[in-house]
Protein backbone atom coordinates (compact mmCIF):
# COMPACT_ATOMS: atom_id res chain seq x y z
CA UNK A 1 0.00 0.00 0.00
CA UNK A 2 1.44 3.26 -0.51
CA UNK A 3 1.88 5.63 2.67
CA UNK A 4 0.38 9.08 2.27
CA UNK A 5 1.81 11.56 4.72
CA UNK A 6 -0.72 14.08 6.12
CA UNK A 7 1.18 16.81 8.28
CA UNK A 8 3.75 14.69 8.87
CA UNK A 9 1.77 11.51 10.51
CA UNK A 10 2.11 8.53 7.84
CA UNK A 11 -0.95 7.37 7.20
CA UNK A 12 -1.34 3.30 5.74
CA UNK A 13 0.58 0.47 5.23
CA UNK A 14 0.19 -0.79 8.24
CA UNK A 15 0.57 2.00 10.46
CA UNK A 16 -2.09 3.08 13.47
CA UNK A 17 -5.47 4.80 12.31
CA UNK A 18 -5.14 8.52 11.73
CA UNK A 19 -8.36 10.20 13.26
CA UNK A 20 -9.98 12.81 11.41
CA UNK A 21 -12.65 14.60 13.65
CA UNK A 22 -14.02 17.81 14.49
CA UNK A 23 -17.90 19.87 14.20
CA UNK A 24 -19.84 19.54 10.96
CA UNK A 25 -19.27 23.18 10.05
CA UNK A 26 -17.83 26.30 11.50
CA UNK A 27 -20.38 27.38 14.18
CA UNK A 28 -17.64 30.17 15.55
CA UNK A 29 -14.04 30.58 16.05
CA UNK A 30 -14.15 29.62 19.88
CA UNK A 31 -16.38 26.42 19.09
CA UNK A 32 -14.37 25.07 16.94
CA UNK A 33 -10.89 25.90 18.80
CA UNK A 34 -12.40 24.31 21.58
CA UNK A 35 -13.10 21.07 20.34
CA UNK A 36 -10.03 21.30 18.44
CA UNK A 37 -7.99 21.06 21.49
CA UNK A 38 -10.28 19.19 23.28
CA UNK A 39 -10.26 16.14 20.54
CA UNK A 40 -5.94 17.26 20.66
CA UNK A 41 -5.94 15.95 24.21
CA UNK A 42 -7.85 12.89 24.29
CA UNK A 43 -5.29 11.59 21.36
CA UNK A 44 -2.75 12.87 23.41
CA UNK A 45 -3.52 10.89 26.13
CA UNK A 46 -4.69 7.52 23.52
CA UNK A 47 -1.70 8.26 21.78
CA UNK A 48 -3.75 8.69 18.22
CA UNK A 49 -2.59 11.06 15.54
CA UNK A 50 -5.27 13.53 14.72
CA UNK A 51 -5.92 16.47 12.57
CA UNK A 52 -9.03 18.70 12.41
CA UNK A 53 -11.91 18.54 10.15
CA UNK A 54 -14.75 21.41 10.12
CA UNK A 55 -16.51 22.76 6.87
CA UNK A 56 -16.21 26.72 6.11
CA UNK A 57 -19.48 26.42 3.91
CA UNK A 58 -22.13 23.33 3.40
CA UNK A 59 -22.88 23.85 -0.27
CA UNK A 60 -25.28 20.81 -0.16
CA UNK A 61 -27.75 21.31 2.68
CA UNK A 62 -31.34 20.23 2.70
CA UNK A 63 -32.97 23.84 3.14
CA UNK A 64 -32.55 27.10 1.74
CA UNK A 65 -32.72 28.09 5.23
CA UNK A 66 -29.88 25.74 6.65
CA UNK A 67 -26.80 27.51 7.82
CA UNK A 68 -23.88 26.98 5.44
CA UNK A 69 -21.02 28.28 7.63
CA UNK A 70 -19.33 31.84 7.66
CA UNK A 71 -18.41 31.41 4.25
CA UNK A 72 -14.58 31.50 2.65
CA UNK A 73 -12.90 34.76 4.16
CA UNK A 74 -14.20 33.95 7.47
CA UNK A 75 -13.92 30.36 7.36
CA UNK A 76 -10.05 30.62 6.12
CA UNK A 77 -8.97 32.83 8.65
CA UNK A 78 -10.57 30.58 11.29
CA UNK A 79 -8.91 27.43 9.85
CA UNK A 80 -5.55 29.55 9.86
CA UNK A 81 -6.07 30.28 13.88
CA UNK A 82 -7.27 26.84 14.62
CA UNK A 83 -3.82 25.18 12.85
CA UNK A 84 -1.56 27.86 14.45
CA UNK A 85 -3.28 28.00 18.10
CA UNK A 86 -4.02 24.65 18.47
CA UNK A 87 -0.90 23.10 16.69
CA UNK A 88 -3.18 20.59 14.74
CA UNK A 89 -3.31 19.86 10.80
CA UNK A 90 -6.35 21.12 9.35
CA UNK A 91 -8.66 19.19 6.55
CA UNK A 92 -11.52 20.36 5.12
CA UNK A 93 -14.02 20.28 1.94
CA UNK A 94 -13.96 22.12 -1.18
CA UNK A 95 -16.50 22.65 -3.48
CA UNK A 96 -14.93 24.50 -6.25
CA UNK A 97 -11.83 25.66 -8.17
CA UNK A 98 -12.02 28.86 -6.30
CA UNK A 99 -11.69 27.29 -2.87
CA UNK A 100 -9.05 25.11 -4.11
CA UNK A 101 -7.17 28.11 -4.96
CA UNK A 102 -7.99 29.82 -1.45
CA UNK A 103 -7.68 27.03 0.64
CA UNK A 104 -5.32 25.17 -0.82
CA UNK A 105 -2.04 27.06 1.32
CA UNK A 106 -3.97 26.24 4.51
CA UNK A 107 -5.10 22.80 4.68
CA UNK A 108 -3.24 19.42 5.21
CA UNK A 109 -5.66 17.84 2.93
CA UNK A 110 -8.37 18.76 0.41
CA UNK A 111 -11.47 16.72 0.92
CA UNK A 112 -13.73 16.72 -2.12
CA UNK A 113 -17.41 16.21 -0.83
CA UNK A 114 -19.27 12.94 -1.78
CA UNK A 115 -22.04 14.46 -4.46
CA UNK A 116 -18.58 16.31 -6.20
CA UNK A 117 -16.11 13.02 -6.35
CA UNK A 118 -16.87 12.69 -10.02
CA UNK A 119 -16.45 15.79 -10.70
CA UNK A 120 -13.46 15.91 -12.87
CA UNK A 121 -12.36 19.61 -13.26
CA UNK A 122 -12.69 19.76 -9.33
CA UNK A 123 -10.15 16.36 -8.35
CA UNK A 124 -7.80 17.62 -10.66
CA UNK A 125 -7.66 20.93 -9.36
CA UNK A 126 -7.25 19.60 -6.15
CA UNK A 127 -4.81 16.35 -7.23
CA UNK A 128 -2.41 19.42 -9.06
CA UNK A 129 -2.01 21.17 -5.48
CA UNK A 130 0.01 18.36 -4.70
CA UNK A 131 -1.53 18.73 -1.06
CA UNK A 132 -3.18 14.70 0.19
CA UNK A 133 -6.74 14.05 -1.77
CA UNK A 134 -9.23 13.07 0.56
CA UNK A 135 -12.42 11.71 -1.84
CA UNK A 136 -15.83 10.71 -0.03
CA UNK A 137 -16.94 8.08 -2.31
CA UNK A 138 -20.68 8.78 -3.49
CA UNK A 139 -23.52 7.38 -1.74
CA UNK A 140 -24.05 6.39 -5.27
CA UNK A 141 -21.04 4.76 -6.04
CA UNK A 142 -19.91 1.18 -6.10
CA UNK A 143 -16.55 0.49 -4.17
CA UNK A 144 -14.47 -0.87 -8.00
CA UNK A 145 -15.80 2.48 -9.21
CA UNK A 146 -13.04 4.50 -7.00
CA UNK A 147 -10.67 3.13 -8.97
CA UNK A 148 -11.73 5.87 -11.87
CA UNK A 149 -11.09 8.73 -9.23
CA UNK A 150 -8.04 7.09 -8.16
CA UNK A 151 -7.09 7.24 -11.85
CA UNK A 152 -7.71 11.08 -12.03
CA UNK A 153 -5.73 11.72 -9.10
CA UNK A 154 -2.97 10.17 -10.17
CA UNK A 155 -3.06 11.48 -13.96
CA UNK A 156 -1.62 14.80 -11.90
CA UNK A 157 1.06 13.12 -10.82
CA UNK A 158 -0.02 13.05 -7.23
CA UNK A 159 -0.24 10.19 -5.16
CA UNK A 160 -1.26 11.60 -1.93
CA UNK A 161 -4.68 10.27 -2.46
CA UNK A 162 -7.23 9.01 0.98
CA UNK A 163 -10.20 7.34 0.07
CA UNK A 164 -13.13 7.72 2.60
CA UNK A 165 -16.69 5.28 2.98
CA UNK A 166 -19.32 6.83 4.27
CA UNK A 167 -22.40 4.48 3.52
CA UNK A 168 -24.37 4.05 0.55
CA UNK A 169 -28.00 5.35 -0.54
CA UNK A 170 -30.45 2.65 0.41
CA UNK A 171 -34.11 3.45 -0.57
CA UNK A 172 -35.15 6.78 0.51
CA UNK A 173 -33.71 8.57 4.18
CA UNK A 174 -31.43 5.77 4.59
CA UNK A 175 -27.73 5.03 4.30
CA UNK A 176 -26.08 1.57 4.91
CA UNK A 177 -22.19 0.27 5.00
CA UNK A 178 -21.31 -2.71 2.59
CA UNK A 179 -17.82 -3.74 4.66
CA UNK A 180 -17.21 -5.42 1.72
CA UNK A 181 -16.65 -2.55 -0.14
CA UNK A 182 -13.28 -1.33 2.92
CA UNK A 183 -11.17 -4.42 1.49
CA UNK A 184 -12.64 -3.68 -2.14
CA UNK A 185 -11.37 -0.22 -2.45
CA UNK A 186 -7.83 -0.50 0.12
CA UNK A 187 -7.18 -3.34 -2.80
CA UNK A 188 -6.04 -0.36 -4.82
CA UNK A 189 -3.16 0.89 -2.91
CA UNK A 190 -4.00 3.85 -1.05
CA UNK A 191 -5.32 4.70 2.67
CA UNK A 192 -9.04 3.79 3.04
CA UNK A 193 -11.20 5.77 6.03
CA UNK A 194 -14.23 4.86 7.86
CA UNK A 195 -16.68 7.79 8.63
CA UNK A 196 -18.31 6.22 11.08
CA UNK A 197 -21.08 9.76 11.70
CA UNK A 198 -22.07 10.36 8.15
CA UNK A 199 -22.50 6.29 7.59
CA UNK A 200 -25.29 6.62 10.38
CA UNK A 201 -27.03 9.81 8.62
CA UNK A 202 -30.71 9.91 7.42
CA UNK A 203 -30.57 11.91 4.52
CA UNK A 204 -33.22 14.18 4.39
CA UNK A 205 -35.36 12.25 7.20
CA UNK A 206 -36.09 15.05 8.55
CA UNK A 207 -37.59 16.69 6.07
CA UNK A 208 -35.94 20.36 6.04
CA UNK A 209 -32.60 18.95 7.20
CA UNK A 210 -31.11 15.20 7.66
CA UNK A 211 -31.74 12.78 10.32
CA UNK A 212 -29.53 10.40 12.14
CA UNK A 213 -28.84 7.40 14.49
CA UNK A 214 -25.47 8.33 16.41
CA UNK A 215 -26.56 5.47 18.98
CA UNK A 216 -25.18 3.24 16.32
CA UNK A 217 -21.50 5.40 15.35
CA UNK A 218 -19.76 3.06 18.28
CA UNK A 219 -21.03 -0.33 16.31
CA UNK A 220 -19.59 0.95 13.02
CA UNK A 221 -16.36 1.53 14.32
CA UNK A 222 -16.00 -1.40 15.88
CA UNK A 223 -17.18 -3.13 12.87
CA UNK A 224 -14.95 -1.21 10.42
CA UNK A 225 -11.51 -1.43 12.31
CA UNK A 226 -12.22 -5.36 12.52
CA UNK A 227 -12.48 -5.35 8.82
CA UNK A 228 -9.44 -3.02 8.31
CA UNK A 229 -8.95 0.48 8.04
CA UNK A 230 -6.19 3.44 7.80
CA UNK A 231 -8.25 6.42 9.30
CA UNK A 232 -11.48 6.88 11.21
CA UNK A 233 -13.67 10.17 10.53
CA UNK A 234 -16.03 11.51 13.30
CA UNK A 235 -17.74 14.86 13.55
CA UNK A 236 -17.70 15.67 16.91
CA UNK A 237 -19.39 18.29 18.65
CA UNK A 238 -20.07 19.49 22.57
CA UNK A 239 -23.75 19.37 22.57
CA UNK A 240 -24.96 17.58 19.32
CA UNK A 241 -28.99 17.98 19.86
CA UNK A 242 -28.11 22.11 19.14
CA UNK A 243 -25.49 21.51 16.73
CA UNK A 244 -26.28 23.95 13.10
CA UNK A 245 -25.53 21.10 10.80
CA UNK A 246 -25.67 17.14 11.49
CA UNK A 247 -26.44 17.00 15.32
CA UNK A 248 -28.10 13.78 14.87
CA UNK A 249 -25.06 12.12 13.67
CA UNK A 250 -22.42 13.64 15.85
CA UNK A 251 -20.80 12.32 18.78
CA UNK A 252 -19.66 14.75 22.16
CA UNK A 253 -15.61 14.12 23.41
CA UNK A 254 -17.02 11.91 26.43
CA UNK A 255 -18.24 9.64 23.51
CA UNK A 256 -15.36 9.90 21.61
CA UNK A 257 -12.72 9.33 24.37
CA UNK A 258 -14.64 5.50 24.33
CA UNK A 259 -14.97 4.92 21.11
CA UNK A 260 -11.45 5.69 20.48
CA UNK A 261 -10.10 3.28 23.37
CA UNK A 262 -12.06 0.74 21.34
CA UNK A 263 -11.05 1.45 18.32
CA UNK A 264 -7.19 1.06 19.06
CA UNK A 265 -7.43 -1.78 20.70
CA UNK A 266 -9.02 -3.32 17.69
CA UNK A 267 -6.59 -1.10 15.14
CA UNK A 268 -3.93 -2.62 17.10
CA UNK A 269 -5.01 -6.26 17.26
CA UNK A 270 -6.16 -6.57 13.39
CA UNK A 271 -2.78 -4.95 11.72
CA UNK A 272 -0.91 -7.48 13.75
CA UNK A 273 -3.12 -10.10 11.47
CA UNK A 274 -3.28 -8.48 8.53
CA UNK A 275 -0.57 -9.05 5.44
CA UNK A 276 -0.76 -5.18 4.37
Not at 44 to 63: P, T, V, Y
Not at 175 to 183: A, M, Q, T
Not at 196 to 224: D, I, N, Y
Request: charged share 25%; aromatic share 6%.
Amino acid sequence: MHEVIVNGIPVGNGNPFLLVAGPCVIESEKMCLDIARRVRDICGELEISFIFKASFDKANRSSINSYRGPGRDQGLRIMEKIRDKAGVGIQSDVHSLEDIEEFAPVLDVLQIPAFLCRQTDLVLAAAETGKTVNIKKGQFLAPWDVRNIIDKITSAGNRSIIITERGTSFGYNNLVVDFKGLPIIRQFGYPVCFDATHSVQLPGGAGTSSGGQREFVPHLVRAAMAVGVDALFMEVHEDPDHALSDGPNMVTPEDLYLILKNAKLLDKLVKKKMMI
